[in-house]
């Protein structure tokens, strides 16, 4: 089965670093797209980044342009999100999915089999 599980988050200041990992399993990982998203308390789940299954094509979110960099290592099968120059706004929780993002996910995102359980991140 679709096993995904991220790590990487913590504590950091504004203008620091972190970087994501999300380790995946169960599926042809150098086949599918991923998506990092995001969650706020008390906001909506906010599109991050995506990647292409080749990892030579990638849409950010406005707010992370020229901040965030996705990348994949097809042959580990993971996924990774650099964070810099962070800003307290970036703290969340931060998830990874299998496939493009899709806004039912924004409705239906404790429903969707093909995620992780999220890393925190906070930025203080």
């Known amino acids: 089965h679709v096993q995904l599980v991220e790590s990487g988050g913590g504590s950091a200041q504004p203008g620091g670093s972190l970087t994501l990992s999300c380790a995946a399993s169960g599926f042809a990982f150098r086949t599918k797209a991923m998506t990092w998203v995001r969650q706020a308390p008390g906001k909506d789940l906010e599109r991050v980044s995506e990647i292409d299954s080749g990892g030579s094509g990638t849409v950010y979110a406005d707010s992370v342009k020229g901040r965030f960099l996705i990348t994949r290592d097809n042959d580990k099968n993971t996924v990774y999100l650099q964070l810099n120059d962070l800003k307290t706004e970036d703290t969340a929780i931060y998830y990874c999915?299998?496939?493009?993002?899709?806004?039912?996910?924004?409705?239906?995102?404790?429903?969707?089999?093909?995620r992780g359980q999220g890393t925190q991140v906070t930025v203080s």
């Open positions: 999915a299998m496939g493009r993002y899709s806004d039912s996910w924004r409705t239906r995102w404790d429903l969707y089999k093909f």
